[in-house]
């Protein structure tokens, strides 16, 4: 079975830039403090390391 990472969101999307939005949106957050379960792949860890910033992560 595959690594899995809980990401959540910390800080709000509003004003950010699109790309960012879309990472957000990628990775399947949708609000504040709602965590999301996600596969460890590169892809996924390109998109938390993109919005880092505004994310807390851990292993699930």
Known sequence: MSKQLK???????????AAHKACARGL?????????TVADTPENR???RKIDYMLRVEEA
């Not at 990401?7 to 830039?17: M, W």
């Not at 399947?28 to 999301?36: C, D, K, L, M, S």
């Open 28 to 36: 399947g957050i949708r609000r504040i403090h709602n965590p999301v």
């Open 46 to 48: 390109g998109m938390i």
């Open 7 to 17: 990401v959540t969101l910390t800080k709000s999307l509003n004003g950010r830039l």
